[in-house]
């Protein structure tokens, strides 16, 4: 249970980042930790307890394997993720051209 | 710090381009068997699609950006990327051949061989091959081709139109 | 497992020194640590196919962050009502943290998973698909639907990243052989 709780913590170190910090590069680093967290979160949960991975051998022994859903759904979401930055990224190199700072609180006035 | 990174004309210094000749075979060779054994070991479509992107990157950023775009031009670029995904559409239409969307209608022979499961590994070479590691350079390319001057104070704000 | 602990508490220690430091390449660096050891947490849970996805695509994210690190960091922002904002921020974080361990006492142990739909899975792939990597098969053989809209989505990337980045309307005279014409 304990495990589990970590995540959570992981979680919400990713989210303070992204509520009280001041520069937009530091914003998106907290979004990439809280997928992260996410992503764990996933496989932590269909995890069994000295499970095999999910693949099948010559030899046919198909008992105590692990979940193999949950890993087929973080796999997309970690491709997501890698979009997400992607575009992110994009728009703060954007914001810098045009306003010529990274910080949140001068880039208020709307302008052109 | 280094402002743009993004001004390599010429690429490296010669040994990071004597290195990259010599590795860019091996990364690619090993990008494909990745994604053709993707039905037999762990790995994939993405996985093996996201490691070729990876070789065309270490190419790019070898080389620079003029060696780069002769080998690979941008509309060839494109062209593939929706070739991929315009076959993986048609091999989930054909489906309907056995009943309904993305049915596997090839015949699956037996197991570990690569010809088994059907239209697995048509659809993982259309998926990596084609569209995740073009996709994916296209991102990267459109990103580093950008050139800005950030030291430009009185740049914010005007607009020329 | 103690293992999956320690792991986890080198990632909580990564991302805090993440979102720390005051350069922005240290804090990048930080977080391709945290991204390794969640590589390496994925290989202690069984699910080598997400460890190498993870791997690559934590190489990719770096790159494309370390494009964006010009400026260094400003500090937290000390201008304003900031003590009350700090508070207010890790009083939501306190209570979600509460509500997270109420949640955590009523779902199955660690370890002892339910296991439903994939008892289903694990049973029929050897006679309906003849595949011998389940997670493959159940990404493009029993739900290919999601691997459809994945797809669409590294397009829609791909079309967006280049929307934002074309320089249309905006004519600077010293530089003209950037403009990216599509």
Same mark, same amino acid.
């Given at each position: 249970?304990?495990? @589990? ?15 009280? &910090? ?13 997928? @992260? ?11 069994? &307890? ?24 973080? &796999? ?22 045009? @306003? ?13 | ?63 620079? $950006?003029?060696?780069?775009?002769? $080998? ?90 | ?11 909580? =220690?990564?991302?805090? !020194? ?9 804090? !990048?660096?930080?977080?391709?640590? /945290? ?13 080598? %196919?997400? =460890? ?5 695509? +934590? ?31 890790? /009083? ?19 370890? %002892? ?44 990337? /791909?079309?967006? !990243? ?11 005279? +010293? ?8």
């Amino acid at each position: 249970m304990y495990t @589990y709780f970590l995540c959570f913590i992981l979680f919400s170190v990713g989210l303070f980042s992204i509520l009280r &910090m001041r520069n937009i590069i530091k914003i998106i680093i907290g979004i990439i930790i809280c997928e @992260y967290a996410i992503n764990l979160f996933f496989i932590l949960v269909g995890y069994k &307890m000295n499970g095999r991975s999910p693949i099948f051998s010559s030899t046919d022994e198909i008992t105590r394997m692990v979940d193999p859903l949950p890993q087929a759904l973080a &796999m997309t979401s970690i491709v997501i993720s890698l979009a997400t930055t992607a575009i992110l990224v994009a728009l703060a190199l954007r914001i810098y051209e045009k @306003y010529g700072t990274f910080d949140v609180t001068k880039i208020r006035d709307l302008r052109g | 710090m280094k402002t743009s990174n993004s001004d390599s004309g010429q690429g490296m210094s010669l040994v990071v381009k004597t290195t990259t000749r010599a590795m860019i075979g091996v990364i690619l060779l090993y990008g494909i068997y990745i994604v053709l054994h993707g039905h037999i070991s762990p790995g994939g479509g993405f996985a093996g699609g996201f490691i070729i992107a990876l070789a065309y990157v270490l190419f790019l950023l070898a080389f620079g $950006k003029e060696e780069s775009l002769k $080998k690979f031009p941008k509309p060839l670029i494109t062209l593939l990327e929706s070739l991929g995904a315009i076959i993986f559409l048609v091999i989930a239409l054909l489906g309907f051949i056995g009943g309904y969307f993305f049915f596997n209608w090839l015949p699956k022979g037996t197991k570990f061989q690569l010809l088994s499961a059907g239209t697995i590994p048509i659809t993982n070479i259309a998926l990596a091959l084609l569209e995740v590691s073009l996709g994916i350079f296209g991102i990267f390319l459109v990103l580093v081709l950008l050139k800005y001057d950030p030291e430009k104070p009185g740049h914010a704000g005007k607009k020329e139109d | 497992m103690i293992d999956i602990n320690f792991i986890l508490i080198f990632i909580i =220690a990564a991302a805090l !020194v993440a979102i720390n430091t005051k350069d922005l390449l240290s804090s !990048v660096v930080a977080v391709g640590a /945290a991204g390794l050891g969640l590589c390496v947490a994925f290989l202690a849970l069984k699910a080598p %196919d997400l =460890a190498i996805t993870q791997l690559v695509v +934590e190489i990719l994210c770096l790159m494309i962050l370390i494009r964006a690190t010009i400026r260094n960091d400003l500090p937290l922002s000390i201008s304003g009502r900031w003590v009350l904002n700090t508070i207010v921020a890790l /009083a939501f974080l306190a209570v979600f943290l509460w509500a997270g361990y109420q949640v955590l006492q009523r779902i199955p142990a660690f370890g %002892d998973p339910l296991m439903e739909t994939s008892s289903f899975y694990i049973t029929h792939t050897m006679e309906k698909v003849h595949a011998t990597n389940l997670v493959s098969a159940i990404n493009l053989n029993f739900r290919a639907y999601d691997t459809l809209g994945e797809a669409t989505i590294l397009f829609a990337a /791909a079309i967006g !990243v280049m929307v934002i980045m074309r320089k249309k309307g905006h004519k600077k005279i +010293e530089d003209k052989d950037e403009d990216i014409k599509l």
